[in-house]
């Protein structure tokens, strides 16, 4: 699976909180919640992106078709206008939608974007907007909740792709990793990790992949991704493990043993180990506890 896609699957759309609003001049949306992702768009009209007020930085157009993603707890604000005393803008319909983000691989994907993003639209981002738009009613019928979240994720997922490819994603840019996606070394090696995590990958069997040597393709992954290929192999794993442990459903049916197989580990008590040594808490009480001291320990390894 491609690694970006898997960043994708713990973040899911939560349709309560998706609608359109029609907004007359002078209006103001501010965005301070703390949802992990928002993300708006206007359908028609549109709208300037700032910071609260007294922070630094210009505020940004925001175009009919252009999606903004805010990474919370914000503030930020949309508005008719760039600033007090401006001329205000036509009358703007907004489209706006909230995500959850759920685990440790969701929090890699928040820990590697900008507090906002802005997206310029086109034609097929408007066409799923209006789509979207259609599928707001007052009263819908059975299965169509489940068809909002559906195109909202699907939206989401579109405009973060077209964001990472644009060149602001990269300067000053998120984590190497998603440079070194592109790359003709360090990209076969990534997705090899990515697509058999329960392998056990060698420095030299993630070069065999690369179709380099060990040397080159150690220099060549730690440059680009800031870390050694099997120290980001670890770190994934741990992700992956903390997921599993927690994922809905799991309970006491997946066993400690079962989760240190698929992520590569021979036996519970070497897993359990390097677990507890990344994470702060053993396996056990990492699913006991959840969302809570488990949380802590793994964002202050999520990488910057």
Do not use: N
Not at 27 to 39: A, K, M, N, Q, Y
Not at 135 to 142: E, K
Not at 163 to 192: H, K, N, Q
């Amino acid at each position: 699976m491609d690694p970006f896609d898997e960043l994708l699957r713990g973040v899911r759309a939560d349709g309560d909180d998706l609608g359109r609003t029609e907004l007359s001049p002078p209006w103001e949306r501010r965005f301070d919640g703390g949802e992990p992702l928002t993300l708006c768009a206007p359908l028609r009209g549109e709208g300037w992106l700032s910071g609260a007020a007294g922070e630094a930085g210009k505020p940004r157009p925001v175009r009919a078709g252009d999606v903004v993603v805010i990474r919370g707890p914000g503030p930020f604000v949309l508005s008719d206008r760039p600033a007090p005393g401006a001329a205000p803008a036509d009358r703007t319909a907004l489209l706006t939608g909230t995500f959850h983000a759920r685990g440790a691989v969701a929090r890699r994907l928040l820990a590697v974007l900008p507090p906002a993003l802005v997206v310029p639209g086109d034609e097929e981002c408007l066409s799923l907007l209006r789509t979207l738009e259609a599928q707001i009613a007052p009263s819908h019928p059975p299965g169509q909740q489940v068809v909002r979240d559906r195109l909202l994720d699907w939206l989401l997922v579109c405009t973060l792709r077209a964001w990472f490819d644009l060149p602001e994603a990269v300067t000053p840019g998120p984590p190497g990793w998603i440079r070194a996606l592109g790359d003709e070394v360090t990209g076969p090696a990534l997705r090899a990790m990515h697509a058999a995590p329960d392998r056990s990958w060698t420095l030299a069997a993630l070069a065999r992949e690369a179709g380099v040597s060990r040397t080159t393709l150690a220099d060549r992954f730690t440059r680009l991704v800031g870390e050694p290929p099997l120290t980001y192999l670890t770190d994934w794993r741990m992700a992956l493990a903390a997921d599993l442990l927690t994922e809905p459903g799991s309970g006491s049916g997946v066993t400690v043993a079962a989760v240190a197989r698929r992520v590569g580990y021979a036996d519970a008590f070497g897993f359990s180990a390097a677990f507890k040594r990344f994470h702060g808490v053993s396996p056990s009480e990492y699913r006991r506890t959840r969302g809570t001291g488990a949380d802590r320990a793994d964002a202050e390894h999520s990488p910057a």
